[in-house]
């Protein structure tokens, strides 16, 4: 039996198929703690902190209202699937 994050850590997985897992963990935090009302923002600051470390010299490491808007549209299938998952799971946030 799997537990509740483990869960939504492969539901996620599932939807996003070309994240890393560090990457996902965060982006399950953000299914727990904000579920359906997860925004643009909260994915890119969760990618900040995964690129942080991973890529600490990336250009888009800038708070989110800096960014382009069609770079912030980049963030919008990871917050439809942290979302997704969230409603599918039932999760109150």
């Given at each position: 039996?799997?537990?509740?994050?483990?869960?939504?850590?492969?539901?996620?997985?599932a939807?996003?198929?070309?994240?890393?897992?560090?990457?996902?963990r965060?982006?399950a935090?953000?299914?727990?703690?904000?579920?359906g009302?997860?925004?643009?923002e909260?994915?890119?600051?969760?990618?900040?902190?995964?690129?942080?470390?991973?890529?600490?010299?990336?250009?888009?490491?800038?708070?989110?209202?800096?960014?382009?808007?069609?770079?912030?549209?980049?963030?919008?299938?990871?917050?439809?699937?942290?979302?997704?998952?969230?409603?599918?799971?039932?999760?109150?946030?």
């Amino acid at each position: 039996m799997s537990t509740y994050v483990e869960q939504v850590i492969d539901a996620l997985a599932a939807r996003l198929p070309d994240c890393e897992a560090d990457l996902i963990r965060l982006y399950a935090l953000l299914a727990l703690s904000k579920g359906g009302a997860t925004t643009l923002e909260d994915v890119h600051h969760a990618w900040s902190l995964w690129c942080a470390t991973d890529r600490p010299g990336h250009r888009s490491i800038v708070p989110f209202e800096q960014l382009a808007a069609e770079v912030q549209e980049l963030d919008r299938p990871y917050a439809e699937a942290i979302r997704a998952v969230a409603t599918e799971l039932r999760i109150a946030a």
